[in-house]
């Protein structure tokens, strides 16, 4: 399946595009904003994840552009971001995650897109659109988050426990998404977080408080 960007994000989306290639990195827009674009929800925020260094990536686009000292760089997180005209743009290596029992603080290593995609919290944010030449519009969805669009479903993309368990503020994000999109959530997904709601009390009030604000 083929993925359209608007005219105005080509501007910005065929320079990333054109670097990821010069650097031989797979380079992918990932998460909310292929999402809402498929369900024609407004968005301006696009995040791109390499295989490769996200930093490097953001620093060349930056240089590409003539922007290189708007480049906001987060090393701690391994992340980086820059904005074009009304468009937000945050990069990031492909990554796998491991967390520990008492904290959703993951330990992190460098992963492919397929790692990534399956640390994602759920189906619908698990989508992927290649931006390297050969396969510039790809979309890659292995857990089948377009039906789980038009179904209207909230779905982890892997065992419930799990995914709830690693990063318990999941569960409240899969509440807000029900919410704001008017979804319904998949019936193991919800018997997920009644058994690991417990969890929650590792997550700090000021997050939980910002996810009630937003639902």
Do not use: W
């Amino acid at each position: 399946m083929k993925f359209y960007f608007t005219e105005h994000e080509l501007a910005i989306i065929k320079r990333v595009g054109e670097v990821a290639d010069e650097l031989q990195y797979e380079t992918y827009v990932v998460g909310g904003f292929v999402r809402d674009r498929l369900i024609n929800r407004e968005t301006k925020d696009i995040d791109i994840v390499c295989v490769g260094d996200g930093i490097n990536l953001a620093t060349k686009v930056g240089e590409k552009l003539g922007i290189h000292n708007q480049v906001v760089v987060f090393k701690r997180f391994g992340t980086a971001m820059l904005r074009h005209e009304d468009m937000e743009l945050e990069f990031v290596g492909a990554r796998k995650e491991s967390y520990a029992e008492d904290s959703r603080k993951p330990d992190v290593e460098p992963g492919t897109l397929e790692d990534d995609q399956l640390r994602r919290d759920f189906t619908i944010n698990a989508l992927a659109v290649s931006l390297n030449k050969e396969t510039f519009g790809q979309l890659i969805d292995p857990f089948n988050g377009i039906e789980d669009l038009k179904n209207g479903l909230i779905k982890t993309p892997t065992a419930p426990d799990k995914t709830f368990s690693d990063d318990p503020l999941r569960m409240m994000r899969g509440v807000r998404f029900a919410s704001q999109l008017n979804y319904k959530i998949d019936p193991n997904t919800f018997e997920g977080i009644q058994r690991n709601c417990e969890r929650l009390k590792i997550i700090s009030a000021e997050r939980i408080t910002e996810e009630l604000n937003k639902i």
